[in-house]
Protein backbone atom coordinates (compact mmCIF):
# COMPACT_ATOMS: atom_id res chain seq x y z
CA UNK A 1 0.00 0.00 0.00
CA UNK A 2 3.12 1.85 0.79
CA UNK A 3 4.40 1.60 -2.33
CA UNK A 4 1.33 2.60 -4.09
CA UNK A 5 1.17 5.54 -2.46
CA UNK A 6 4.35 6.52 -3.37
CA UNK A 7 3.60 5.61 -6.82
CA UNK A 8 0.41 7.67 -6.89
CA UNK A 9 2.32 10.33 -5.73
CA UNK A 10 5.33 10.74 -8.23
CA UNK A 11 2.73 9.95 -11.10
CA UNK A 12 0.93 13.11 -9.84
CA UNK A 13 3.96 15.24 -9.42
CA UNK A 14 4.73 14.02 -12.86
CA UNK A 15 1.42 15.57 -14.41
CA UNK A 16 1.52 18.67 -12.55
CA UNK A 17 5.03 18.88 -14.28
CA UNK A 18 4.11 18.75 -17.52
CA UNK A 19 0.75 21.25 -17.12
CA UNK A 20 3.20 23.46 -15.36
CA UNK A 21 4.93 23.84 -18.10
CA UNK A 22 3.11 23.27 -20.48
CA UNK A 23 1.03 26.54 -19.04
CA UNK A 24 4.22 28.67 -17.88
CA UNK A 25 5.01 28.91 -21.61
CA UNK A 26 2.18 30.71 -22.56
CA UNK A 27 -0.21 33.50 -21.61
CA UNK A 28 -3.65 31.71 -20.52
CA UNK A 29 -6.37 32.83 -22.57
CA UNK A 30 -10.28 33.82 -21.14
CA UNK A 31 -13.05 34.81 -23.66
CA UNK A 32 -14.32 36.68 -21.12
CA UNK A 33 -17.82 38.51 -22.43
CA UNK A 34 -17.29 42.59 -20.79
CA UNK A 35 -20.72 44.54 -20.09
CA UNK A 36 -20.86 48.13 -18.57
CA UNK A 37 -24.77 49.13 -17.75
CA UNK A 38 -25.29 52.77 -17.55
CA UNK A 39 -25.37 53.11 -14.05
CA UNK A 40 -21.72 51.67 -14.02
CA UNK A 41 -22.62 48.03 -13.04
CA UNK A 42 -19.75 45.35 -14.41
CA UNK A 43 -20.40 42.47 -15.97
CA UNK A 44 -17.90 39.49 -16.37
CA UNK A 45 -19.04 36.40 -18.26
CA UNK A 46 -17.37 33.38 -19.01
CA UNK A 47 -19.18 30.34 -21.06
CA UNK A 48 -18.25 27.24 -20.07
CA UNK A 49 -20.99 24.61 -21.17
CA UNK A 50 -19.41 21.64 -19.04
CA UNK A 51 -22.48 20.70 -16.62
CA UNK A 52 -26.05 22.78 -16.40
CA UNK A 53 -24.68 25.42 -13.67
CA UNK A 54 -23.52 28.55 -13.42
CA UNK A 55 -21.43 30.30 -10.37
CA UNK A 56 -21.75 33.85 -9.57
CA UNK A 57 -20.02 36.38 -7.69
CA UNK A 58 -20.60 39.96 -6.80
CA UNK A 59 -17.87 41.95 -5.58
CA UNK A 60 -18.00 45.66 -4.40
CA UNK A 61 -14.14 46.96 -4.00
CA UNK A 62 -14.51 48.18 -0.66
CA UNK A 63 -13.62 46.47 2.95
CA UNK A 64 -11.87 48.02 6.18
CA UNK A 65 -9.13 49.86 3.94
CA UNK A 66 -12.20 52.17 3.45
CA UNK A 67 -13.01 52.48 7.10
CA UNK A 68 -12.19 55.72 8.99
CA UNK A 69 -11.75 56.12 12.62
CA UNK A 70 -14.34 55.48 15.33
CA UNK A 71 -16.04 53.09 12.65
CA UNK A 72 -14.19 50.42 12.07
CA UNK A 73 -15.53 47.23 10.92
CA UNK A 74 -18.59 48.64 9.44
CA UNK A 75 -17.58 47.19 5.86
CA UNK A 76 -17.57 43.34 7.66
CA UNK A 77 -21.15 44.50 9.23
CA UNK A 78 -22.92 44.90 6.32
CA UNK A 79 -21.96 41.86 4.77
CA UNK A 80 -23.47 40.01 7.41
CA UNK A 81 -26.28 42.83 7.16
CA UNK A 82 -27.01 42.29 3.52
CA UNK A 83 -28.30 38.97 4.11
CA UNK A 84 -31.69 40.02 6.10
CA UNK A 85 -33.78 40.78 3.03
CA UNK A 86 -35.06 43.50 1.81
CA UNK A 87 -38.90 44.90 1.90
CA UNK A 88 -40.60 42.36 0.25
CA UNK A 89 -37.89 39.38 1.25
CA UNK A 90 -37.53 37.85 4.98
CA UNK A 91 -40.72 39.76 6.22
CA UNK A 92 -44.24 39.18 6.57
CA UNK A 93 -45.52 42.98 7.38
CA UNK A 94 -42.76 45.20 6.36
CA UNK A 95 -44.87 48.48 7.46
CA UNK A 96 -45.40 46.64 11.03
CA UNK A 97 -41.50 46.38 11.15
CA UNK A 98 -40.92 50.28 9.94
CA UNK A 99 -42.40 51.63 13.06
CA UNK A 100 -41.12 49.34 15.81
CA UNK A 101 -37.21 49.71 13.66
CA UNK A 102 -38.05 53.51 14.45
CA UNK A 103 -38.69 53.24 18.43
CA UNK A 104 -35.47 50.70 18.46
CA UNK A 105 -33.00 53.13 17.63
CA UNK A 106 -34.51 55.60 19.89
CA UNK A 107 -34.43 53.52 22.50
CA UNK A 108 -30.84 52.27 21.69
CA UNK A 109 -29.45 55.82 21.11
CA UNK A 110 -31.19 56.64 24.70
CA UNK A 111 -29.33 53.70 26.62
CA UNK A 112 -26.02 55.07 24.23
CA UNK A 113 -26.59 58.43 25.98
CA UNK A 114 -27.19 57.03 29.19
CA UNK A 115 -23.64 54.94 29.21
CA UNK A 116 -21.95 58.28 28.28
CA UNK A 117 -22.52 59.69 30.99
CA UNK A 118 -20.31 60.40 34.09
CA UNK A 119 -22.85 58.27 36.52
CA UNK A 120 -25.46 56.45 33.84
CA UNK A 121 -28.54 56.40 36.02
CA UNK A 122 -28.90 52.04 36.35
CA UNK A 123 -32.68 52.21 36.78
CA UNK A 124 -32.99 54.39 33.74
CA UNK A 125 -30.70 51.62 31.87
CA UNK A 126 -32.91 48.77 33.28
CA UNK A 127 -36.20 50.09 32.06
CA UNK A 128 -35.00 50.72 28.74
CA UNK A 129 -33.73 47.57 28.36
CA UNK A 130 -36.84 46.11 29.16
CA UNK A 131 -38.58 48.36 26.46
CA UNK A 132 -36.10 47.22 24.13
CA UNK A 133 -36.49 43.35 24.69
CA UNK A 134 -40.12 43.45 24.43
CA UNK A 135 -39.79 45.59 21.27
CA UNK A 136 -37.35 42.96 19.79
CA UNK A 137 -39.81 39.98 20.70
CA UNK A 138 -42.86 42.08 19.22
CA UNK A 139 -40.48 42.38 16.26
CA UNK A 140 -39.33 38.60 15.60
CA UNK A 141 -43.17 38.40 14.73
CA UNK A 142 -42.84 39.87 11.07
CA UNK A 143 -39.57 38.42 10.45
CA UNK A 144 -38.66 35.51 8.19
CA UNK A 145 -35.28 34.48 8.80
CA UNK A 146 -33.03 33.01 6.04
CA UNK A 147 -35.55 33.42 3.87
CA UNK A 148 -33.26 34.26 1.31
CA UNK A 149 -31.33 31.29 1.91
CA UNK A 150 -34.14 29.16 2.07
CA UNK A 151 -35.49 29.84 -1.48
CA UNK A 152 -31.84 29.16 -2.78
CA UNK A 153 -31.54 26.16 -0.88
CA UNK A 154 -34.89 25.14 -2.84
CA UNK A 155 -33.82 25.87 -6.02
CA UNK A 156 -30.63 23.89 -5.79
CA UNK A 157 -28.33 26.15 -4.51
CA UNK A 158 -24.99 25.49 -3.17
CA UNK A 159 -21.96 27.41 -2.26
CA UNK A 160 -23.67 30.49 -0.81
CA UNK A 161 -21.27 32.63 1.49
CA UNK A 162 -20.20 36.02 2.03
CA UNK A 163 -16.57 37.66 2.45
CA UNK A 164 -15.28 40.42 3.62
CA UNK A 165 -10.83 41.64 3.17
CA UNK A 166 -8.87 45.25 3.59
CA UNK A 167 -9.68 45.85 -0.36
CA UNK A 168 -13.36 44.24 -1.25
CA UNK A 169 -16.47 42.67 0.16
CA UNK A 170 -17.86 39.48 -1.93
CA UNK A 171 -21.02 37.40 -2.08
CA UNK A 172 -21.29 34.38 -4.15
CA UNK A 173 -23.24 31.32 -4.51
CA UNK A 174 -23.79 28.36 -7.36
CA UNK A 175 -27.35 27.72 -9.03
CA UNK A 176 -28.30 25.22 -11.95
CA UNK A 177 -28.67 27.35 -15.26
CA UNK A 178 -32.78 28.01 -15.33
CA UNK A 179 -32.46 29.63 -11.72
CA UNK A 180 -30.51 32.40 -13.61
CA UNK A 181 -33.49 34.87 -13.23
CA UNK A 182 -34.59 34.18 -9.60
CA UNK A 183 -31.45 35.40 -8.92
CA UNK A 184 -31.27 38.27 -10.43
CA UNK A 185 -34.76 38.82 -9.29
CA UNK A 186 -33.48 38.29 -5.61
CA UNK A 187 -30.12 40.41 -6.29
CA UNK A 188 -31.23 42.75 -7.89
CA UNK A 189 -34.11 43.60 -4.71
CA UNK A 190 -31.13 43.58 -2.38
CA UNK A 191 -28.91 46.16 -3.94
CA UNK A 192 -31.34 48.23 -4.70
CA UNK A 193 -32.86 48.40 -1.14
CA UNK A 194 -31.68 45.94 1.72
CA UNK A 195 -33.50 46.15 5.04
CA UNK A 196 -31.26 46.10 7.90
CA UNK A 197 -33.95 44.18 10.25
CA UNK A 198 -31.93 42.67 13.16
CA UNK A 199 -29.61 45.35 13.25
CA UNK A 200 -28.93 45.14 17.13
CA UNK A 201 -28.92 41.73 17.63
CA UNK A 202 -26.46 41.42 14.60
CA UNK A 203 -24.64 44.03 16.05
CA UNK A 204 -24.64 41.67 19.22
CA UNK A 205 -22.94 38.22 17.58
CA UNK A 206 -20.57 40.14 15.73
CA UNK A 207 -19.16 41.43 19.10
CA UNK A 208 -19.19 37.63 20.30
CA UNK A 209 -17.68 37.45 16.97
CA UNK A 210 -14.67 39.40 17.44
CA UNK A 211 -14.66 38.29 21.42
CA UNK A 212 -14.18 34.45 20.22
CA UNK A 213 -11.72 35.31 17.01
CA UNK A 214 -9.76 38.08 18.42
CA UNK A 215 -9.67 38.64 22.54
CA UNK A 216 -10.11 35.26 23.65
CA UNK A 217 -7.68 33.81 21.18
CA UNK A 218 -4.15 34.40 21.29
CA UNK A 219 -3.43 34.15 17.21
CA UNK A 220 -5.82 36.72 16.57
CA UNK A 221 -4.54 39.09 19.79
CA UNK A 222 -1.13 39.07 18.15
CA UNK A 223 -1.99 39.28 14.55
CA UNK A 224 -4.21 42.48 15.55
CA UNK A 225 -1.27 43.72 17.64
CA UNK A 226 1.41 42.92 14.63
CA UNK A 227 -0.24 44.71 12.04
CA UNK A 228 -1.61 47.78 14.59
CA UNK A 229 2.43 48.37 15.31
CA UNK A 230 3.51 47.88 11.32
CA UNK A 231 1.58 50.26 10.32
CA UNK A 232 1.56 53.96 11.53
CA UNK A 233 -0.55 55.73 8.74
CA UNK A 234 -2.15 53.35 6.24
CA UNK A 235 -6.26 52.28 7.48
CA UNK A 236 -4.49 48.63 6.61
CA UNK A 237 -2.85 48.76 10.35
CA UNK A 238 -7.07 48.46 11.66
CA UNK A 239 -8.29 44.58 11.84
CA UNK A 240 -10.87 43.48 9.14
CA UNK A 241 -13.88 43.02 12.38
CA UNK A 242 -13.25 46.22 13.93
CA UNK A 243 -12.83 47.37 17.72
CA UNK A 244 -14.66 46.48 19.95
CA UNK A 245 -16.20 50.00 20.59
CA UNK A 246 -16.89 50.82 17.44
CA UNK A 247 -18.84 47.52 17.09
CA UNK A 248 -20.53 48.18 19.96
CA UNK A 249 -21.84 51.86 18.72
CA UNK A 250 -23.26 50.98 15.42
CA UNK A 251 -25.81 53.31 14.50
CA UNK A 252 -28.50 52.47 11.47
CA UNK A 253 -27.94 55.87 10.14
CA UNK A 254 -24.59 55.28 9.45
CA UNK A 255 -24.27 51.81 8.34
CA UNK A 256 -27.32 52.64 5.66
CA UNK A 257 -25.51 55.95 4.68
CA UNK A 258 -22.07 53.50 4.33
CA UNK A 259 -23.58 51.44 2.52
CA UNK A 260 -25.56 53.62 -0.21
CA UNK A 261 -21.97 55.01 -0.83
CA UNK A 262 -19.67 51.78 -1.19
CA UNK A 263 -22.42 49.41 -1.89
CA UNK A 264 -23.52 51.10 -5.28
CA UNK A 265 -23.93 49.85 -8.92
CA UNK A 266 -21.46 51.53 -10.10
CA UNK A 267 -18.98 50.08 -7.76
CA UNK A 268 -20.76 46.80 -7.81
CA UNK A 269 -18.58 43.70 -10.28
CA UNK A 270 -20.96 40.41 -11.41
CA UNK A 271 -18.75 37.71 -12.53
CA UNK A 272 -20.71 34.49 -14.01
CA UNK A 273 -19.20 31.14 -14.95
CA UNK A 274 -20.80 28.30 -16.65
CA UNK A 275 -23.37 27.05 -18.92
CA UNK A 276 -24.70 30.73 -19.97
CA UNK A 277 -25.42 32.74 -22.83
CA UNK A 278 -23.62 35.70 -22.33
CA UNK A 279 -26.07 37.91 -24.44
CA UNK A 280 -29.11 36.32 -22.29
CA UNK A 281 -26.66 37.40 -18.95
CA UNK A 282 -26.55 40.91 -20.13
CA UNK A 283 -29.96 41.78 -21.28
CA UNK A 284 -30.94 40.01 -18.09
CA UNK A 285 -29.21 41.60 -15.67
CA UNK A 286 -29.91 44.94 -17.26
CA UNK A 287 -33.62 44.28 -16.81
CA UNK A 288 -33.35 43.92 -13.25
CA UNK A 289 -30.66 45.98 -12.13
CA UNK A 290 -30.17 48.51 -14.42
CA UNK A 291 -32.93 51.04 -13.11
CA UNK A 292 -30.70 50.98 -9.62
CA UNK A 293 -29.19 54.69 -9.70
CA UNK A 294 -25.64 55.07 -9.52
CA UNK A 295 -24.03 57.19 -6.64
CA UNK A 296 -21.30 59.58 -6.54
CA UNK A 297 -17.96 57.77 -6.88
CA UNK A 298 -16.74 57.85 -2.93
CA UNK A 299 -13.37 59.21 -2.08
CA UNK A 300 -10.05 57.29 -2.84
CA UNK A 301 -7.35 55.92 -0.42
CA UNK A 302 -4.82 58.16 -0.31
CA UNK A 303 -2.86 57.74 3.11
CA UNK A 304 0.67 56.25 2.24
CA UNK A 305 2.65 54.22 4.71
CA UNK A 306 6.13 55.91 5.90
CA UNK A 307 8.97 53.98 4.57
CA UNK A 308 9.91 51.92 8.06
CA UNK A 309 13.14 53.44 10.10
CA UNK A 310 13.50 50.85 12.85
CA UNK A 311 12.62 47.67 13.97
CA UNK A 312 9.37 47.60 16.29
CA UNK A 313 8.36 45.04 19.07
CA UNK A 314 5.61 44.48 20.60
CA UNK A 315 5.21 42.11 23.65
CA UNK A 316 1.63 40.54 24.36
CA UNK A 317 0.88 39.30 27.38
CA UNK A 318 -1.72 36.49 27.31
CA UNK A 319 -2.73 33.42 29.13
CA UNK A 320 -1.55 31.18 26.35
CA UNK A 321 1.67 28.67 24.60
CA UNK A 322 3.98 31.10 23.37
CA UNK A 323 3.52 32.53 20.05
CA UNK A 324 5.53 35.18 17.45
CA UNK A 325 4.74 37.10 14.11
CA UNK A 326 7.24 39.07 12.41
CA UNK A 327 6.07 41.26 9.00
CA UNK A 328 8.57 43.06 6.45
CA UNK A 329 6.64 45.92 4.72
CA UNK A 330 6.23 44.67 0.97
CA UNK A 331 4.98 45.84 -2.38
CA UNK A 332 1.24 45.85 -3.75
CA UNK A 333 -0.12 43.21 -6.02
CA UNK A 334 0.64 44.83 -9.37
CA UNK A 335 4.39 45.47 -8.45
CA UNK A 336 6.87 42.97 -9.95
CA UNK A 337 8.00 41.92 -6.97
CA UNK A 338 4.95 40.65 -5.88
CA UNK A 339 5.44 37.28 -7.88
CA UNK A 340 9.08 37.04 -6.13
CA UNK A 341 7.27 36.98 -2.67
CA UNK A 342 5.18 34.75 -3.79
CA UNK A 343 7.67 32.00 -4.61
CA UNK A 344 9.88 32.96 -1.41
CA UNK A 345 6.61 32.19 0.15
CA UNK A 346 6.95 28.42 -1.20
CA UNK A 347 10.67 28.41 -0.65
CA UNK A 348 10.54 29.19 2.74
CA UNK A 349 7.64 27.57 4.21
CA UNK A 350 5.02 25.77 1.84
CA UNK A 351 5.00 21.73 2.74
CA UNK A 352 7.29 19.52 4.80
CA UNK A 353 10.44 20.18 2.27
CA UNK A 354 10.39 23.62 3.12
CA UNK A 355 13.21 25.69 4.51
CA UNK A 356 11.39 26.85 7.91
CA UNK A 357 9.87 23.28 7.95
CA UNK A 358 12.91 21.41 7.96
CA UNK A 359 14.96 23.45 9.56
CA UNK A 360 12.89 24.57 12.83
CA UNK A 361 10.19 21.57 12.90
CA UNK A 362 12.45 18.47 11.86
CA UNK A 363 16.04 19.14 12.56
CA UNK A 364 16.03 21.69 15.50
CA UNK A 365 12.66 20.61 16.59
CA UNK A 366 11.99 24.09 18.69
CA UNK A 367 8.75 24.47 16.83
CA UNK A 368 5.55 22.49 16.52
CA UNK A 369 4.52 24.67 13.25
CA UNK A 370 6.10 27.56 11.33
CA UNK A 371 4.40 29.63 8.34
CA UNK A 372 4.74 32.18 6.56
CA UNK A 373 2.34 34.23 3.91
CA UNK A 374 2.35 37.17 1.18
CA UNK A 375 -1.40 37.89 0.75
CA UNK A 376 -2.66 40.21 -2.57
CA UNK A 377 -2.95 43.59 -1.46
CA UNK A 378 -4.05 46.48 -3.08
CA UNK A 379 -1.65 49.07 -1.28
CA UNK A 380 1.68 48.31 -0.02
CA UNK A 381 1.64 45.06 2.35
CA UNK A 382 2.92 42.93 4.70
CA UNK A 383 4.91 39.65 4.23
CA UNK A 384 4.29 37.70 7.57
CA UNK A 385 5.98 34.77 9.41
CA UNK A 386 4.21 33.02 12.47
CA UNK A 387 5.86 30.16 14.21
CA UNK A 388 4.88 27.89 17.80
CA UNK A 389 7.48 27.26 19.66
CA UNK A 390 7.32 23.84 20.62
CA UNK A 391 8.53 23.73 24.57
CA UNK A 392 10.46 23.96 26.27
CA UNK A 393 11.63 26.28 23.35
CA UNK A 394 11.63 29.83 23.42
CA UNK A 395 10.61 32.12 21.01
CA UNK A 396 13.61 33.95 21.35
CA UNK A 397 15.22 30.70 19.97
CA UNK A 398 12.68 30.10 17.15
CA UNK A 399 13.64 34.00 16.12
CA UNK A 400 16.93 34.02 15.89
CA UNK A 401 16.66 30.40 13.83
CA UNK A 402 14.36 32.05 11.13
CA UNK A 403 16.43 35.17 10.49
CA UNK A 404 19.18 32.53 10.31
CA UNK A 405 17.25 31.17 7.50
CA UNK A 406 16.83 34.58 5.95
CA UNK A 407 20.17 35.28 5.89
CA UNK A 408 20.89 32.24 4.02
CA UNK A 409 18.73 33.51 1.09
CA UNK A 410 21.38 36.83 1.14
CA UNK A 411 24.55 34.87 1.02
CA UNK A 412 23.61 31.76 -1.52
CA UNK A 413 21.38 31.53 -4.45
CA UNK A 414 18.62 29.11 -3.99
CA UNK A 415 18.46 25.95 -6.00
CA UNK A 416 17.29 25.56 -9.39
CA UNK A 417 15.17 22.15 -7.65
CA UNK A 418 13.57 24.47 -5.10
CA UNK A 419 13.04 27.56 -7.57
CA UNK A 420 11.10 25.05 -10.23
CA UNK A 421 9.10 23.63 -7.33
CA UNK A 422 7.79 26.93 -5.79
CA UNK A 423 6.26 27.60 -8.64
CA UNK A 424 5.23 23.81 -9.82
CA UNK A 425 2.87 24.33 -6.78
CA UNK A 426 2.22 28.38 -7.17
CA UNK A 427 1.45 26.60 -10.89
CA UNK A 428 -0.39 23.94 -9.83
CA UNK A 429 -2.90 25.69 -7.08
CA UNK A 430 -3.61 28.19 -10.02
CA UNK A 431 -4.72 25.38 -12.20
CA UNK A 432 -6.92 23.96 -9.59
CA UNK A 433 -9.01 27.26 -9.35
CA UNK A 434 -9.58 27.36 -12.77
CA UNK A 435 -11.23 23.76 -13.11
CA UNK A 436 -14.65 25.05 -11.38
CA UNK A 437 -16.79 27.13 -12.33
CA UNK A 438 -16.63 28.87 -8.93
CA UNK A 439 -12.57 29.44 -8.75
CA UNK A 440 -12.98 31.07 -11.85
CA UNK A 441 -15.46 33.48 -11.31
CA UNK A 442 -14.05 34.53 -7.66
CA UNK A 443 -10.53 34.69 -9.82
CA UNK A 444 -12.30 37.08 -12.17
CA UNK A 445 -14.13 39.46 -9.54
CA UNK A 446 -11.26 39.44 -7.42
CA UNK A 447 -8.59 40.49 -9.80
CA UNK A 448 -11.12 42.93 -11.33
CA UNK A 449 -12.13 44.50 -7.97
CA UNK A 450 -8.12 44.72 -6.96
CA UNK A 451 -7.55 46.44 -10.60
CA UNK A 452 -8.17 44.57 -13.44
CA UNK A 453 -9.51 40.49 -14.29
CA UNK A 454 -6.78 40.72 -17.26
CA UNK A 455 -4.03 40.86 -14.33
CA UNK A 456 -4.24 36.86 -13.82
CA UNK A 457 -3.47 36.25 -17.14
CA UNK A 458 0.01 36.82 -17.29
CA UNK A 459 0.23 35.33 -13.30
CA UNK A 460 2.03 32.06 -14.72
CA UNK A 461 4.64 34.26 -16.46
CA UNK A 462 5.80 36.39 -14.07
CA UNK A 463 5.88 33.33 -11.50
CA UNK A 464 8.08 31.58 -14.13
CA UNK A 465 10.19 34.74 -14.78
CA UNK A 466 11.52 34.82 -11.09
CA UNK A 467 15.02 33.81 -10.61
CA UNK A 468 17.67 32.85 -8.61
CA UNK A 469 18.68 36.67 -8.14
CA UNK A 470 15.30 38.24 -7.91
CA UNK A 471 14.87 36.15 -4.91
CA UNK A 472 18.17 37.05 -3.55
CA UNK A 473 17.83 40.36 -4.60
CA UNK A 474 14.12 40.92 -2.63
CA UNK A 475 15.14 39.07 0.37
CA UNK A 476 18.31 41.40 0.76
CA UNK A 477 15.71 44.61 0.12
CA UNK A 478 12.93 44.20 2.24
CA UNK A 479 13.72 41.20 4.79
CA UNK A 480 16.08 43.63 6.57
CA UNK A 481 15.92 44.35 10.17
CA UNK A 482 14.95 47.98 9.90
CA UNK A 483 12.24 47.11 8.29
CA UNK A 484 10.85 44.19 10.12
CA UNK A 485 8.15 44.30 13.09
CA UNK A 486 7.91 41.41 15.75
CA UNK A 487 5.28 40.37 17.83
CA UNK A 488 4.99 37.44 20.40
CA UNK A 489 2.70 36.25 22.98
CA UNK A 490 4.58 35.48 26.43
CA UNK A 491 2.79 34.01 29.55
CA UNK A 492 1.06 36.43 31.76
CA UNK A 493 2.65 35.98 34.96
CA UNK A 494 0.56 34.84 37.77
Known amino acids: MNNLRKTTALLLTILILVVSQALLSQDLEFDVQEHILDNG ?59 LMKTKDELYKQISDEYKKLNPDETKLRELTTKVQELETKHREYIVSNETDKIYAAAGGTNMNAGTSNDYTCYYLSLPKNKL ?7 SDIMSG ?79 VGDVDSEMIFEMIDRYFGDIPRQPDPPNVTAEEPPQR ?30 VFDVLSEILSSGRTSRLYRKLVEEEQIAVSVYSGTPDSKYPGLYYIFAVPRAPHTVAEVEKSIYDEIEKFKVEEVTDWE ?39 GLLDRWNAVTAEDIQRVVKEYLVKSNRTVAWISRVQQ
Open 41 to 99: LKILVLERHHSPTFSVYIYYPVGSVNEVTNHTGVSHFIEHMMFKGTKTLCTTNFEAEVS
Open 181 to 187: ELWCAIE
Open 310 to 339: GERRVEVEFDASPQIGIAFHKTDMTHPDQA
Open 194 to 272: PVFREFYAERAVITEERRMTVEDEPGGVLYEQLIAAAYTTHPYGISVIGSMADIQNYTREYVEEYRRKYYAPNRAIITI
Open 419 to 457: LQRAKNRLTAGFIMDLKSNDGLANLLGYHEAMGSWGFMA
